[in-house]
């Protein structure tokens, strides 16, 4: 039976089936390895991914304050303004009185004169 095995090649085969399957079990090993050492830095890279979200969510947020400071300031000058005009059109209403309230002045110097 050796010579059997022998002469049609199949202890040949056998051999080199036996030596690929260890082949295959140490580069299944090998993955393990490598799978259970990617881990941490899969790990990593998630909580990496994370912070950067947050911060790319902390960016935008301080872009949106920097907006409202802008809006606010805006506001106020806007504010000032409409408070501004009112008093310039009081002003323009107090000032067509001058004449009115001079004409009277005049009117009560005359007559405490004579």
């Known amino acids: 039976m050796q010579f059997f095995f022998k002469a049609t090649l199949l202890q040949q085969v056998n051999d080199l089936l036996l030596s690929i399957n260890e082949q295959l079990k140490s580069a299944n090993a090998l993955v393990d390895e490598l799978e259970a050492s990617i881990k941490p830095i899969e790990k990593e890279l998630t909580e990496l991914q994370g912070k950067i979200k947050n911060m790319e969510?902390?960016?935008?947020?301080s872009q949106q304050v920097q907006q409202l400071k802008k809006k606010l300031a805006w506001s106020w000058v806007y504010s000032v303004d409409k408070e501004l005009q009112e008093q310039m059109v009081k002003l323009g209403k107090l000032k067509e009185r001058i004449p009115t309230c001079q004409?009277?002045?005049d009117h009560e110097l005359v007559s405490n004169k004579f």
């Open 57 to 61: 969510h902390l960016e935008e947020m």
């Open 103 to 105: 004409a009277r002045i």
